[in-house]
């Protein structure tokens, strides 16, 4: 059995999933009016896409309360991005170091074998 948070989670989820088939049909709605031989009805298809946005806005809503109470964003906890990035920065830095090295090293032997 779910837990109580797992399960009304899934319960939100099944309700964004059929407000996103109303959408669909919505908007099928809306084409079949567009396509109407005698002209769309202005203020059905007004109408619809109106009930079109606010379910477009009630399932993003969902939507992003549900990525973050799945994720329980805490900026910058146990984020390890700018130390990778510090060590990244420092690895490149060593090779450049280690190019101007070699090429030191050229010069010095080319400068000993022509003396």
Known sequence: M?????????????????????????????MEELGNA??????????????????????QTTLREEIKSACEYRPFEKCDYSARIA???????????????DAMQKNIEECSTTS
């Open 87 to 101: 060590n990244e920065i420092c690895c490149k830095k060593v090779e450049y170091i280690l190019e101007k090295l």
């Open 2 to 30: 779910l837990p109580q948070s797992q399960s009304s989670s899934l319960q939100r989820l099944n309700h964004v999933e059929q407000m996103i088939v109303r959408a669909v049909n919505l908007a099928g709605t809306v």
């Open 38 to 59: 005698t002209g769309p009805r202005t203020e059905g298809v007004a109408g619809h896409c109106r009930e079109f946005m606010l379910a477009m806005k009630e399932i």
